[in-house]
């Protein structure tokens, strides 16, 4: 029965018959370790036995040196073990596919790699994580230190681009404009984030769904810091309508406030000996007839006659609350309307500057940025109180819009509303009002502003002759004045028919040769008064 053999063929095995036991082999010089192309070895042994009858090979021609036989039996087993090892190794490499990845696992190690360096490049360009902000507002309402502040606040991937608008009146009708047409694009004013609104125009803009609530103003810091007076008496509550309730949402959120105030020229008082304006009742002085403009505004023109009547700005029903009734209303304003030389909210400042007229009427905002530029004129609060005005922030109605064409708002509004709100409304925003860099008063000056205070910020400055302190009346004066409230449909066509009785009276004939007369009696009366004091003056 034949025996398998034990080691590979191309290792052989010399026996040795002196030998009575299987000896250690030996390996012969003349079969060196060799190494082959392909990385393999060949390892030839020759092993001397006499346990076993094997046929032994043809042993090797005598050599001429005589090698002791224990040191040939040492220097043969040393080969053999070396060999063994060396050949394992040699296997080892060739059978183990550990030495080297995977062709599949290198390709997906670099893509890994390609795919971290495409984020890293991705997320280091400044347009991956900008948040942007449009704000559309009235030019000269923002101070220019609020944007840098800002920006600086909300950290570098916050983008504010900030449009101005020459009046509310325009913001209001180019948002009027661009949603009842729908067509918003990027450069609209409905594309906006927020947009600046009068409080005047606040009920028309709700009632015509230019603008849309303000989402989750309970839980902001803004509206719990606003006092109850601009809760509850500046009607920031409306209905859908327009119309004040208590339970009814927030629409828009006060950022700025001023008064109407009444600007006179001081030389020309001293000129003609006059006395100084104090009230609305001096605006219907006989010698101020035709010297005077004013702002194109029903409210404001009949609201000047309700307080010099001793009423309020909010009358409901004239027939009822004013003493004398609709008719006394109507002859009050019909003398108004002759000593007023120009109705223009516009222009009605220019004949100020050029000196046609000699006494103005009109918003803070606009009034005390031209007296600061001129010379020796005075800038009143009436002491009988006057009307408030306020600058609001809105946002426009334009998620009802199925377009991709809004810019900013294509995806919603700005998550940095509630930012640029509360930001605008914080304490350390009223310092450029208090220092009258801006016109106006930041909305926390309402109830907590007082004389001594206001005062430390204006030391030092050129004076302007007013009983404004850094844009806020007196104390005893604020609490006389009022915000305007919406007014009643019937109330309105009061209003209506009193303007209307007005401009007949202003353009017809008889009162046109009238109000001519009054004018000539009225340049002589100065003349003859003018003359008489330097005749007493001489004397």
């Known amino acids: 029965m034949a025996t398998a053999p034990l080691l590979p ?22 079969f060196p370790l060799r190494r082959r192309s392909n990385h393999t070895h060949r390892l030839t042994l020759t092993l001397v036995s006499s346990a076993h009858t094997l046929t032994p090979p043809e042993p090797p021609p005598p050599t001429s040196t005589t090698v002791p036989h224990t040191l040939l039996r040492f220097a043969a087993s040393a080969a053999l073990l070396l060999g063994i090892g060396l050949g394992c190794c040699v296997a080892s490499a060739h059978s183990s596919p550990l030495a080297q990845p995977p062709p599949a696992l290198q390709d997906q190690v670099t893509d890994d790699d390609n795919l971290e360096a495409a984020f890293g490049t991705w997320k280091s360009k400044t347009f991956a994580l900008t948040v942007p902000l449009t704000v559309a507002a009235l030019r000269g309402s923002v101070p220019p230190s609020w944007i840098k502040d800002f920006m600086q606040s909300q950290g570098k991937r916050s983008k504010l681009q900030l449009k101005s608008h020459a009046s509310l009146e325009s913001v209001f009708s180019d948002l009027s404009r661009d949603l009842s047409k729908g067509d918003v694009r990027p450069s609209s004013v409905a594309a906006a984030d927020v947009v600046s609104i009068g409080d005047s125009w606040l009920s028309h803009a709700i009632n015509k769904g230019l603008i849309e609530p303000i989402q989750g103003v309970e839980d902001q810091d803004w509206y719990k810091g606003l006092s109850d007076r601009w809760k509850s008496q500046v009607y920031l509550h409306r209905n859908s309508e327009g119309r004040i309730d208590p339970d009814g949402k927030i629409w ?34 006989p010698e101020l007839a035709g010297r005077i403009s004013m702002v194109d505004s029903s409210r404001e023109v009949i609201g000047a006659v309700l307080k010099h009547m001793g009423t309020s700005y909010n009358t409901q029903d004239i027939h009822l609350q004013v003493d004398g009734g609709k008719d006394a209303v109507r002859q009050n304003l019909a003398l108004l309307a002759k000593q007023v030389r120009l109705f223009d909210s516009v222009h009605y400042l220019k004949a100020f500057a050029v000196g046609d007229v000699w006494v103005a009427v009109g918003w803070s905002s606009d009034v005390l940025p031209v007296a600061k530029r001129m010379s020796d004129v005075a800038v009143i609060v009436p002491k009988s109180g006057t ?16 377009t991709n064409r809004i810019g900013g708002r294509v995806r919603g509004p700005s998550p940095l509303i509630h930012q640029w709100i509360d930001f605008c409304l914080q304490t350390a925003r009223a310092l450029p009002f208090k220092q009258e860099v801006i016109p106006g008063a930041s909305p926390s000056a309402l109830d907590s502003a007082s004389a001594e205070n206001l005062e430390e910020f204006t030391k030092g400055k050129p004076r302007l002759d007013t009983n404004l302190i850094a844009g806020v009346p007196p104390p005893e004066i604020l609490a006389r004045c009022e915000f305007l409230e919406p007014l009643s449909d019937s109330t309105i066509s009061d209003y209506q028919s009193l303007i209307d009785s007005m401009q007949k009276s202003k353009h017809g ?16 009366w100065l003349k003859l008064h003018s003359n008489n004091n330097k005749s007493l003056k001489q004397v």
């Open 387 to 402: 009307s408030i005005w306020a600058d609001m922030w809105a946002t426009p109605a334009v998620s009802r819009l199925e």
């Open 509 to 524: 004939l008889v009162p046109s040769i009238n109000y001519n007369i009054l004018s000539l009696i009225q340049n002589l």
């Open 252 to 285: 828009a959120a006060p950022y700025r406030w001023g008064c109407m105030v009444i600007a006179y020229k001081k030389t020309k008082f001293r000129k003609h000996n006059l006395a100084p304006i104090s009230d609305w009742a001096d605006l219907w002085r």
């Open 9 to 30: 063929s191309h290792i052989c095995f010399h026996l040795d018959p002196s030998c009575s036991q299987f000896q250690s082999p030996k390996l012969y010089p003349s």
